[in-house]
């Protein structure tokens, strides 16, 4: 069994939740100024690698399983993909998000947070499984 530090598990269950905030902040704020899906997924992976260092990295696949990692990368793709062609199916162009509110600023905010989110969703999960593919090379 590997002796894991104290001062790096504790500091690391302090400071897991405000960086999955910041995360969200990140992605929720994109629309706004700097930040977006690319940066919050890197920021939301790293939230998991943290733990997985500071915890091992069995704790770190039973809190994001590889299964689901991978499963979550086309998903993300889909959603992204799928906010475009809306707007093709709907008679516009790609990625046009004017069909998918009442008005232009509601349908341009759905559109940015849908694009986004599946941004976030493919970045996250692609980082993570190459963390597990890394850190799984190792313990052969």
């Known amino acids: 069994m590997i002796k894991r530090d104290t001062i790096l598990r504790v500091g690391a269950k302090l400071l897991l939740p405000y960086i999955l905030l910041f995360a969200l902040y990140v992605h929720f704020h994109g629309d706004y100024g700097p930040g977006g899906g690319f ?7 790293g939230t998991i690698i943290l733990y997985a260092i500071a915890f091992g990295l069995e704790a770190a696949k039973r809190v994001a399983p590889p299964a689901i990692v991978e499963r979550v990368i086309p998903l993300g793709v889909l959603l992204y993909a799928g906010t475009g062609l809306a707007g093709i199916m709907l008679g516009r162009n790609y990625l046009d998000y004017t069909v998918l509110g009442p008005d232009f600023a509601h349908a341009h905010e759905w559109g940015i947070l849908l694009v986004e989110t599946g941004v976030l969703l493919t970045v996250s999960s692609t980082m993570l499984s190459i963390f597990y593919a890394f850190a799984e090379r190792g313990r052969q």
């Not at 940066?39 to 992976?45: E, F, K, L, N, R």
């Open 39 to 45: 940066q919050a997924g890197v920021i939301s992976a």
